[in-house]
């Protein structure tokens, strides 16, 4: 998979000392910065441009209104055995769900499971990059998460009570990448419907209604709709029960118990503190009770002879892995207007605009 | 929600005392039996009529074809810390099925949180069941579980090699029912597909296709070329990226390395052993680090602020719930012909039958 964009690109390690150097001038400390940077750049590298770098914007909006700790550490508020919460202390959430992907690695190499909550944290990027950390390992990985906006409605309503809630799994196979699979459990993300509008396509019929229950097309007025909850996105199946809808409701409802219920996060929308998001992060050692590699084994065998039967067929992950081997060789590719915002930020935080693209 | 019947209604004692007089007769074990009838009935009590007794023709085929040992008792092959695997010897699904939920519950007791993975097992009925044992006892429940009938393509192909790789899941509330998820994968399970064809109706374009990839909506053909394996059921979210087909085919896939990979049991028609069928079972104890019953306290909020808002929002596994409310009163009833399928294994079992409708 190749970028069909004729914008400039970027190497990654200069993207990363120019997102470094903004977030150092924010007053992060350097050891989270480290990890937030490299959470960062690592989802551009992946081709989740709507996860990446592209978010500083959000981070300064959210810093310059007070709701975001730069400062903040994560820490460990309970431990028990294979379980433990995190506080993410209002801070970014890439350290919070970095510190508790590695404690919930850590705890199943110990117990062959362990899972992590977290609570007070901010937005941790792409789901994706996190399970990756456990499958790079050898183990399973799976992350929920809790999103800020309410966009989306129950089945058999139309009020946005719920948010995208994202889900991801990874799990390592023998040769190649591993299986990846990182979706929310909306019928699309809400990036979806801000790049429509971006492109002035018409959204097709089936993604996104207005508090009328009216299906909504034009992009540009359902992005509107959504950031003032007029309209919703639908949920994975559908708007009825004969579609899967119900399913799709289920598996909203799964991930706001795990992402919020656990930590006392906040539901979207709701309660006094609608920043107080919250993640889940679960590991499983397979080696440990299933040992000699013998898991990645089946789940290679799944996988391949899936592919070596249908070549059309695309296993999830496989694209963001297609991504990362043509941008770290290439660079990665920063749309004028996205240059243009990291520009006003460098200028507002007093650090110089450091990137140049390859070969410029 | 009262059944719209005029079928006959047995209690479900009555239901539970035939049940086991025949499992009793073809030679299983007394507690294995116990177990078995008790999440058979319940299933039936929940309005699950697929999964529960009408089960049994099944359960004799299986038995008869050599292809299920009911003397088998689970036992744990693997045990470590807060994971362990258990084989299923080849019996019943029911016994290790509650073997493993019942396993994971308590390690979840002692370590926050536990998993049991299920090997060589076979049809273990309805997976809301299992979840349900830990939402009971006041803790959260996933389950998983494989299925024997390749019935599902991967996106972007028509070959079944995918199961309807179902997912439960539940976790208690401080009011009334707890919040229960049991779904399949795509968008409509099996037995649906039968139901439409019993009742002569159409099926809705986008829930079954033949090998070409042509809509199938003849109910009668296609419940034949499903048994065939010359159509596949629609995953969950329709067949392309845009409707959100790729969730679906992710879902499937985290099902099935979750009851697959982590056991060694057979992906579905793979394999020399096509009935090693496996499942997965994961208990979280949130008082543990969320102590003060604070997890059923979200639950209950998130849940019931939905309803309050929109009263046409109906939650999942409350349907259920209002059919184990009117059956566990009024009966349960059951269709003509599966009462006359009753009596025939009764007589091949060579045990009487005992059933008498309510009132008759």
């Known amino acids: 998979m190749i970028d069909a964009t004729d914008d400039a690109r970027y190497t990654a390690t200069a993207l990363a ?18 990890i937030t940077v490299d959470a960062m750049i690592d989802t551009d590298l992946s081709g989740v441009d709507s996860h990446g770098v592209s978010m500083l914007m959000m ?9 975001l700790d730069l400062l903040a550490r994560p820490e460990v508020s309970a431990d028990l055995g294979a379980f433990a919460v995190i506080d993410g ?13 590695t404690l919930a690695m850590d705890k199943a190499r110990s117990h062959g499971i362990g899972a992590v909550a977290v609570r007070n944290s901010n937005h941790f990027g792409a789901v994706g990059y996190y399970v990756r ?39 390592p196979r023998v ?42 097309t034009d992009a540009d007025e359902g992005y509107r709709l959504l950031g003032s909850r007029g309209a919703t996105l639908t949920l994975l199946g559908g708007s009825t029960t004969e579609s899967g809808g119900h399913k799709g409701f289920g598996l909203s409802l799964i991930v706001q118990v795990l992402s919020g219920a ?21 590991a499983i050692d397979p080696e440990l009770v299933n040992p000699g590699g013998l898991t990645a084994q089946n789940v290679e065998e799944l996988l391949s002879s899936m592919v070596d039967e249908e070549p059309g067929v695309l296993i999830p992950g496989q694209p963001e892995s297609e991504y990362r081997a043509d941008r770290a060789a290439n660079g990665i590719p920063l749309p004028h207007s996205l240059l243009r915002h990291i ?3 460098c200028g507002r935080a007093g650090v110089p605009l450091t990137l140049a693209p390859v070969g410029g």
Do not use: C
């Open 59 to 67: 981070y300064e909006n959210l810093k310059r209104e007070g709701r």
């Open 89 to 101: 202390n209002n801070g970014l959430g890439h350290p919070a769900g970095v510190a508790a992907m």
């Open 175 to 216: 040769h190649g990448e591993p299986l990846v699979v990182d979706m929310s459990t909306s019928v699309v993300a809400m990036n979806k419907i801000k790049a429509y509008a971006l492109k002035g396509k018409q959204l097709p019929p089936g993604w996104l209604q207005d508090r009328d229950g009216n299906v909504v």
């Open 262 to 282: 656990l930590s006392n996060a906040s539901a979207p929308g709701r309660g006094v503190d609608r920043d107080n998001l919250g993640h889940f992060f679960l």
């Open 343 to 345: 520009e006003d930020i």
């Open 133 to 171: 950390l456990a499958s790079d390992a050898g183990l399973i990985g799976l992350a929920t998460t809790s999103t800020r906006t309410p966009a989306v409605a129950a089945l058999g309503g139309t009020t946005p009570v719920l948010g995208t809630n994202p889900i991801a799994f990874s799990a």
């Open 17 to 34: 000392e120019q997102t470094s150097s903004i977030l150092l001038a924010w007053g992060m400390p350097a050891d989270t910065v480290a």
